[in-house]
């Protein structure tokens, strides 16, 4: 047998398709266990490090089964290439390594259709190696996008695929755990890039927006209602999509609420979240809720699609939502909190266009899952460090 590569999006559908294989990361421990891939249903996955390979080469092939195709993972794609090479030796039978490293995972990006009718289309596109979701809404061969990430490319693909002229590319905050994309988009396409109070002061170059005002298409299409809803960010937007659908950001997840503490004013921007989280409570309860994030593929449906309407997220949060003193939703953030990575001061730069970074110091600030969530990832995080 030789060896041969594959592709970021091969694994997603292996993982997807349930296939029996085995995922053998080879990065060093450390690496590994601050972010690996993930699969919204259970899998094999391995931890070898190539050191071991090089250095105890029999042992390490030892502990990898020979019953399943191995399909290997490391930090840029040499070293997945050489233990492939190794286990082909070893007569392995089905091995392949991925093209790109690690990083192809994290930036990969998967579209879902939300809504597909006579008027318009809305995607959502997901992004396993982020726990992210930005959204692309099509009408009339135009295309606006919301929340884009930094893989412009496939956006820009995507809306030449449906025959799509980008208009307009929103970003729903100044985000802190990765790179947006808007700006480049906007710089590429002549599309208007809109933001709201986070940007201002900042050269991202966005057009502002008031509340409540409406973004249209050309000619027909679905209306996109601006609403402020500060907290998670003090210039956090919600969109509302043909009064159907909610982009919510960071404000509303399906699981949690977007935490308020990173700008590390925690007091005053719970109080706004308090009072945007009443308000947002009283929109319309069948609403659909298209988040900025998650926390854990147990919050898609049987799709894989992330969407829930209002009424069960409201229901799913009822800690949070049923909170009827300031003071209380302010000592409910407090309990929840917990220290960010370092990284996001220098992503926020980034998104503001107030420091500019090369392509290999993006992609490391870029690297692993969000930290947005006021709830549930903390959990998580705590359950490891215990
Ligand atoms: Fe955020």
Known sequence: MTLSSYEAKDLFQWLTNKEDILVLDVRNQKDFSRFQVESPYPFNMQNVSYYDFMEIEDESVAKVPRDKPVRIVCA??????YVGEILVEHGFEDVRYLTGGIKTWGNLLVPKTIHDGDNYSLFQFIRPGKASCSYGLCSGGEIMFFDPSRNVDFYL???????????????????????A???????QTGADFFGGVDFEGTKAGHKSVTDNE??????GGSDVKVLFTPGHTP?????IVDDTYMISGDTVLIQSIGRPDLGGQVDQWAVLLFNTIRKVAQLDDSLLVLPGHYSSWSEADKDLHFCLPFNQVKERNKEVFSIRDEKDFIQYIKDNMRAQP????????????MEQYDLEKQEELDL???????TAYAKAQAAKEN
């Open 76 to 81: 840029k794609e040499g070293s997945a290439k």
């Open 157 to 179: 693909d995507f809306a030449k695929s449906k025959g799509c002229k980008v208009i307009k590319t929103f970003e729903t905050h100044l985000q802190a755990d990765y790179i």
């Open 181 to 187: 994309g808007s700006r480049q988009i906007a710089e």
């Open 214 to 219: 409406i973004h249209t298409f050309s000619q």
């Open 235 to 239: 210039g956090s937007l919600t969109f």
């Open 342 to 353: 370092e990284e996001y001061a220098l992503i926020r730069l980034a998104n503001g266009n």
């Open 368 to 374: 692993g899952k969000n930290e947005c969530a006021a």
